[in-house]
């Protein structure tokens, strides 16, 4: 007669296998005031106020209005056009929409981001494409992506790695890092507030093309340092530089109260 097989002592136990997630399915349309405790399904459409206090896990999400997710956010689509907090993390696989304001509190990855308006990450961005931003972008941590392209104010307290950097400045910004083939910044006049800057502190690429750009070291094939430009170290070779610009070390002090330049 067989005896049953016992497990050996000292070898832990079997790892269960792991069980798939229910499909998503069904529409999920709210409005007015809403609260739930978490969200799952094919598609949900907010119009109105919407608090969930966990996670929201669905396919297409749109959003008008308020809404706030206290959970992790997990999405193919999402469109926001107003308000939209976010606690948790954040996973949208194809293309993050955002028109008004939008706070992320944890991290961010998506295979698209197209903002315009304000968008807040707490934690790093990975980006599969293209980060396509108007207004205001600020992250916490560090960003990827292929491509960074905006116009406005950017703010990013550790490195920005991709492979296209193009930045239209409107207000005082800055960047840990940029890791990139080719990097354009250049900025917008403005008749009253201080100049648009870009506060770097190293950038390292194939091709720069600089304006108003203060970075402490700079190394690159081909640089061009136009207008405003402030490098205290770099390695490349200039093919162009404005009158105003500043290669080498340099002490700037402040304007006078009440006199911007």
Known sequence: MASASVPSAGLPPPIPKPVAAPERSGTLSDRGVIRRAEVRAA???VDGTAKVTGAVDVDTVELDGSTSIGGKLTAVELRTDGMLDVSGDAV?????AVEGTARFG???HAGDVDARGTLHVGGTVDVDRSVLWRGCIEVGAALKASRFAGEGRVAVTGTVAVKDVDIALDSPSRVGAIIAESVRVRRRPRFLGPTPSLEVERIDANLVELEGVHVEYLRASRIVAGEGCRIARYDGT????HASARLGPSSVSAPPYGLFR
């Open 43 to 45: 598609r949900w459409t």
């Open 92 to 96: 949208v696989k194809h293309r993050l």
């Open 106 to 108: 944890g991290t961010l």
């Open 238 to 241: 200039v093919v162009r530089k």
